[in-house]
Antibody, heavy 119, light 110 residues
């Protein structure tokens, strides 16, 4: 079955960077893209950006431009999201989700990775 | 890009029907048939329930249906069941920033 499995929880200090992985299985990795979505504690969903697993093209949310980088490794069907210059308000559960180039659906989602930013 | 507008909460009794609205603008909900809906139980990842306004993925109960009129999309759940109690989020493609989510609606089954 189609599945996305993410890396484990992280605790980082303000100003540090974090890199979350998302390993895909059960489908042809390069036929879809991967979106990253985060959810702060008790809050709603926030789209962070998308990467094409076919050619590596990216689209990032404007508020994260310059701090986020999304990459893929097609040899291992794994997507990565790196967020730099972490602040306390970056504390959230980070999800990866398979998606199309039309951003018309996200399915399935990874189990989520809790990133805590605290001094 | 402002979030799409959803009611903070809705409730219904088992067996009843409820509708959750999702209001945007002509740059997102009203301009494209790329509205999707997600169900999220506490501590779990979101699950796709409806895509492209009214399409149900394989495996999703036909008690869930979607529609759109102008700048407002709607998710209707009929024959409400206890397991439907969850948070629901709408999402739309937007010409300005690719993707925008609604603020979420907490569904309580009384």
């Amino acid at each position: 079955q189609v599945q996305l499995v993410q890396s484990g929880a992280e605790v980082k200090k303000p100003g540090a960077s974090v890199k979350v992985s998302c390993k895909a299985s059960g489908y042809t990795f390069t036929s879809y893209g991967i979106s990253w979505v985060r959810q702060a504690p008790g809050q709603g969903l926030e789209w962070m950006g998308w990467i094409s697993a076919y050619n590596g093209n990216t689209n990032y949310a404007q508020k994260l431009q310059g701090r986020v980088t999304m990459t893929t490794d097609t040899s291992t069907s794994t997507a990565y999201m790196e967020l730099r210059s972490l602040r306390s308000d970056d504390t959230a559960v980070y999800y990866c989700a398979r998606g199309s180039t039309s951003f018309n659906w996200f399915d399935p989602w990874g189990q989520g990775t809790l990133v805590t930013v605290s001094s | 890009q402002s979030a799409l507008t959803q009611p903070a909460s809705v409730s219904g009794s088992p067996g009843q029907s409820i509708t959750i609205s999702c209001t945007g603008t002509s740059s997102d909900v009203g301009g494209y048939n790329y509205v999707s809906w997600y169900q999220q139980h506490p501590g779990k990842a979101p699950k796709l329930m409806i895509y492209e306004v009214s399409n149900r993925p394989s495996g999703v109960s036909n008690r869930f249906s979607g529609s759109k009129s102008g700048n407002t999309a709607s998710l209707t759940i009929s024959g409400l069941q206890a397991e439907d109690e969850a948070d629901y989020y709408c999402s739309s493609y937007t010409s300005s920033s690719f993707v925008v989510f609604g603020g979420g609606t907490k569904l309580t089954v009384l």
